[in-house]
T-cell receptor
Framework: SQKIEQNSEALNIQEGKTATLTCNYTNYSPAYLQWYRQDPGRGPVFLLL?????KEKRKERLKVTFDTTLKQSLFHITASQPADSATYLCALANFGNEKLTFGTGTRLTIIP | NAGVTQTPKFRVLKTGQSMTLLCAQDMNHEYMYWYRQDPGMGLRLIHY???????AKGEVPDGYNVSRLKKQNFLLGLESAAPSQTSVYFC???????????FGPGTRLTVT
């Protein structure tokens, strides 16, 4: 069956360090993968999209990698700040599919 | 621009009652989605629409109906609410299936 797994439910990182979140998938042939941020009591907010033929994408302090051989995406936040504390969701869609499937998320806490 | 708005923000229903959740977007997006989010389950797609007058089933459509009579509005109906439908409901919209989705603030529904 198809499955998306995000490495851990919760991750605590010291301020200033790089936070790395993992998204693994099985039985998908994704056309692209997206990362979202969700704060408590609010809807998810889009951060980055990476296509299956791209290895890496960057946006300011954020970096996403996509390895279709390992069936894995890594999401990095460099120079992390307490304001980066949130739940981060990965989502992917297969070719020809109009729908995104979301992982359950990783709750990231940046400790001052 | 208001983006994606949802009405109401909170609602408590008794088992067997009906209600309609309204989603509105002012970005002229073709695609609209309804998700539910439960602890440990992540976001699950209920129904979606690829344009005015169209609807399609998602992952968990049972017990829900939808309509997209106007491009900017997507309605989610519960005909006979059940306690299993207690959840947070999010609406989202997007330009195409391959672009980011914009989420509303959510509706917290409790069925007693």
């Amino acid at each position: 069956s198809q499955k998306i797994e995000q490495n851990s439910e919760a991750l605590n990182i010291q301020e200033g360090k790089t936070a790395t979140l993992t998204c693994n998938y099985t039985n998908y042939s994704p056309a692209y993968l997206q990362w979202y941020r969700q704060d408590p009591g609010r809807g998810p907010v889009f951060l980055l999209l990476i296509r299956e033929n791209e290895k890496e994408k960057r946006k300011e302090r954020l970096k996403v990698t996509f390895d279709t051989t390992l069936k894995q995406s890594l999401f990095h936040i460099t120079a992390s700040q307490p304001a980066d504390s949130a739940t981060y969701l990965c989502a992917l869609a297969n070719f020809g599919n109009e729908k995104l499937t979301f992982g359950t998320g990783t709750r990231l806490t940046i400790i001052p | 621009n208001a983006g994606v708005t949802q009405t109401p923000k909170f609602r408590v229903l008794k088992t067997g009652q009906s209600m309609t959740l309204l989603c509105a977007q002012d970005m002229n997006h073709e695609y609209m989605y309804w998700y539910r989010q439960d602890p440990g389950m992540g976001l699950r797609l209920i129904h979606y629409s690829v344009g005015e007058g169209t609807t399609a089933k998602g992952e968990v459509p049972d017990g829900y109906n939808v309509s997209r009579l106007k491009k900017q509005n997507f309605l989610l109906g519960l005909e006979s609410a059940a306690p299993s439908q207690t959840s947070v409901y999010f609406c989202a919209s997007g330009w195409t299936a391959f672009n980011e989705q914009y989420f509303g603030p959510g509706t917290r529904l409790t069925v007693t």
